[in-house]
């Protein structure tokens, strides 16, 4: 094992700041003021670490206030995005060479500038997806911890790996990078996803192009600079924001594109998947997929179960973040004899949830992050008043930003489109189970696995849905949201993805391949 490794404290997760003390307090709303005096500063392409404004430009809108324009990003042409590729591919035959120890060292100076920026951070996605205090940080701090584990566990990759001894011969297994790797993250966790995904592909010795999502390209590139300031050579980090359909299509169909580590919708996964296992002429490898995709999870609540916790535990997993988490509660599955008793106190919770300008301190939920997602989920509570009755939400609020209301819709049928497809935005179903086979069954029914999460008293329960509940990642009596780094190691299955387990040990393996090397002694 190395010695490196061996002189670092073991990992733990970043404590949160609670936001509790007046001086946390005053300096997130300072850190605000200084993100606010910056709104409609102009970011470039970043290629070989050469900066490069172009005419034409993605305008990022803070969602609660849409004519506020939070930064103005340089959108990358055809050429560009080709240029940045090569430029990955020949800085990839030097940054290959470093050692995983100078490579960790890059994500632990990550960890500590954004440690000194928290704030900072937290107010850019305030203003850019419309986060509220408390989600922005928790994202912070995640983003901190993917850079503290990934750190540690390149170590432990670039250490010695046990392999069975063979008499007269010296035998050693060791892991290398695989290329230039193509990543492309979602704007619902801007920052902590995209540090993640893009420090694992550089720890272990590959060389990225980064297409940020078009809603979050501003996070994006305080990301990158940060990178270079923490001593990430040029060439090693290139930065192509630009249209999915051209940009995105473009570098997944590169012949020098080795890896696509995508996260994001199923849609747009499959199409990637699809894309990418075309070979291209000149190409000579198979590119990886790894496709971290959409969900439709569900809280199960037994009739034995602490309904108070369970009611609590399906608000803050549905709303939190109005709804936009790939494990987000977007179905809630209740026991027939508690059914009823579970709806009138979700209905009494729900009604308390303050709806707002994130900006604020006491603001719950914000608005969506877009118009397109706007349009898009006011057409699902069309649907959904078909498809059950409307407990309480269903409308949108003003129209200074894309604010709408938390909405439950009961009583719906576990075929319902509102049940199977994924909304992603702040929308509940709630379905009568008969009993608890019937309730798992619902849990089951989607394309999707996820999360999920059961509420029970019944240790038996829990027995059955930890072989039977299909999901990547299950939880017991709390929320189905906020996985942590190192604890609760994320991804799904089925047509959730390709369960590439962020935040575990598994992970850094996907951008790796393994070299087995056999010399014979004389
Ligand atoms: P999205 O619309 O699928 O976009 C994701 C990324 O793909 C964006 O950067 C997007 O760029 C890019 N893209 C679009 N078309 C592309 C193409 N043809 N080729 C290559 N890239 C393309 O998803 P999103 O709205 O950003 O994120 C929300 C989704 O992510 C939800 O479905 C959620 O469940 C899922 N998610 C999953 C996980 C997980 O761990 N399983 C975690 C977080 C989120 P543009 O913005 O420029 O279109
Ligand atoms: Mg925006």
Same mark, same amino acid.
């Given at each position: 094992?190395?010695?490196?490794? +061996? ?52 305008? =990022? ?10 930064? @103005?990003?340089?959108?990358? =042409? ?15 035959? =030097? ?64 250490? +010695? ?21 193509? $990543? ?28 940020? #999502?078009?809603?979050?390209? $501003? ?22 924001? /630009? ?38 002429? /000149? ?29 609590? /535990? ?12 790939? =494990? ?59 498809? /059950? ?73 829990? +027995? ?31 047509? #959730? ?18 070299? @087995? ?6």
């Amino acid at each position: 094992m190395s010695t490196t490794l +061996e002189r670092i404290a073991p990992f733990t997760n970043e404590p949160v700041k609670k936001f509790s003390d007046p001086q946390e307090i005053a300096e997130m709303q300072a850190a605000l003021a200084r993100v606010k005096a910056r709104f409609g500063e102009r970011y470039p392409l970043v290629i070989g670490g050469r900066r490069v404004e172009t005419e034409k430009q993605i305008l =990022s809108r803070n969602p609660a206030h849409k004519s506020e324009i939070v930064g @103005s990003v340089s959108s990358a =042409s055809a050429a560009q995005a080709e240029e940045a590729i090569e430029l990955a591919a020949a800085t990839f035959e =030097s940054w290959k060479r470093e050692s995983f120890e100078l490579r960790a060292e890059v994500l632990f100076r990550a960890a500590a500038l954004m440690r000194e920026r928290r704030y900072e951070f937290d107010a850019l996605l305030v203003y850019e997806v419309g986060k509220n205090w408390a989600e922005a940080e928790g994202e912070t701090t995640e983003a901190i911890d993917f850079l503290e584990y990934y750190a540690r566990e390149a170590l432990r990759y670039g250490g +010695e790996h046990p392999i069975v001894p063979f008499p007269g011969e010296r035998n050693e297994l060791r892991y290398i990078p695989l290329g230039v790797g193509a $990543v492309i993250p979602p704007w619902n966790f801007a920052l902590a996803i995209l540090v993640g995904m893009t420090a694992a592909a550089l720890v272990t010795g590959n060389t990225v192009v980064l297409k940020p #999502s078009s809603d979050s390209p $501003v996070i994006a590139a305080r990301v990158v600079d940060l990178f270079e300031e923490a001593g990430l050579p040029a060439g090693a980090l290139n930065f192509i924001p /630009g249209s999915g359909s051209v940009i995105g299509d473009l570098v997944v169909g590169h012949p020098k594109t080795r890896f696509i580590s995508f996260t994001g919708s199923k849609e747009v996964g499959l199409h990637i998947n699809e894309l990418a296992a075309k070979t291209a002429p /000149g190409q000579r490898w198979i590119k990886r997929v790894v496709a971290e995709m959409g969900g439709k999870d569900s809280i199960v609540v037994a009739a034995d179960a602490d309904l108070d916790a369970a009611v609590e /535990g399906v608000a803050v997993s549905a709303f939190g973040f109005t709804g936009q988490k790939c =494990s987000a509660c977007s179905r809630a599955i209740v026991e027939a004899p508690v059914y009823e008793a579970f709806v009138e106190r979700l209905r009494a919770r729900v009604a308390k949830i303050s709806v707002g300008d994130p900006s604020l301190p006491d603001t719950g939920m914000g608005p969506v992050v877009s118009e397109s997602a706007f349009k898009s989920i006011s057409q699902y509570i069309e649907i959904g008043k078909g498809e /059950g009755r409307l407990l309480c939400g269903g409308n949108a609020i003003g129209d200074e930003g894309y604010f709408l209301e938390p909405t439950v819709i009961v009583d719906v049928a576990p075929e319902a489109r509102i049940s199977c497809e994924e909304i992603f935005g702040p929308v509940l179903s709630v379905h009568k189970a008969r009993d608890f086979d019937h309730a798992l069954e619902i849990a089951n029914n989607t394309e999707f696995g996820l999360t999920g999460s059961l509420y029970t008293t019944d240790r038996a329960k829990i +027995e059955r849905a930890r072989d039977e509940f299909f999901v990547g990642n299950l939880y017991f009596n709390r929320k189905s949201t906020g996985a942590l780094v190192g604890v609760h190691p994320f991804g799904g299955f089925n047509m #959730s993805g390709t369960d590439s387990k962020a935040g575990g040990r598994d992970y850094l393996l996907l951008f790796l391949q393994a070299k @087995s090397i056999s010399e014979k002694l004389s």
